[in-house]
T-cell receptor, first 114, second 112 residues
């Protein structure tokens, strides 16, 4: 099976712009989660989608949003970019619906905000 | 609020057993404690998870005491390829949502 894929792998944006990142989960996986990874804050949970519904979320501002499509592919959007949004954004998928957090991560999208 | 604490770094030698402990409080009572491994320029990779007592798979063991306020990842006979960052992952229930909380990570260096 193909692994989790994320596009694009690298992205450079300017403050104030918005960005959309894409994630294709492993075939058959219905849960998709998004994380932000920075040297200072480490791995931080953004949100999780399951069957097109946001099921769980972290403590990020409303500028960070996401959605999941009927084929389980997911997108994450960040509006009004700030310098502090520069990070590696990781997507993870899981075949499980509840209770377990055995997830399979993609390689990430490296976002640089200038 | 849930909080996790892991050692920042550890050193070991090939063939030794390595134990990495994560302290965590206020975690969800019904969710698993999970550990991940991350190599540079890659996403984290699932290692093992458990709810309580001891779990073992082909690569590691996980020990969780009855109070679930900590967990210890045990890597038997490490090799150079085990050099990586190891994260514990716990769940906090907040505002009706499950919030996944990663520890800060333990950087393990395995020496020849």
């Amino acid at each position: 099976k193909a692994g989790v894929t994320q596009t694009p792998r690298y992205l450079i944006k300017t403050r104030g712009q918005q960005v959309t990142l894409s994630c294709s989960p492993i075939s058959g996986h219905r849960s998709v989660s998004w994380y932000q990874q920075t040297p200072g804050q480490g791995l931080q949970f953004l949100f999780e989608y399951f069957s097109e519904t946001q099921r769980n979320k972290g403590n990020f501002p409303g500028r960070f949003s996401g959605r999941q499509f009927s084929n389980s592919r997911s997108e994450m959007n960040v509006s009004t970019l700030e310098l502090g949004d520069s990070a590696l954004y990781l997507c993870a998928s899981s075949p499980y619906s509840t209770g377990t957090y055995e997830q399979y991560f993609g390689p990430g999208t490296r976002l640089t905000v200038t | 609020l849930a909080k996790t604490t892991q050692p920042i770094s550890m050193d070991s030698y090939e063939g030794q057993e390595v134990n990495i402990t994560c302290s965590h409080n206020n975690i969800a009572t019904n969710d698993y404690i999970t550990w991940y491994q991350q190599f540079p320029s890659q996403g984290p990779r699932f290692i093992i998870q458990g709810y309580k007592t001891k779990v073992t798979n082909e690569v590691a063991s996980l020990f969780i005491p009855a109070d679930r306020k900590s967990s210890t990842l045990s890597l038997p006979r490490v090799s150079l390829s085990d050099t990586a960052v190891y994260y514990c992952l716990v769940v906090e229930i907040s505002g009706g949502y499950n919030k996944l909380i990663f520890g800060a990570g333990t950087r393990l260096a395995v020496h020849p």
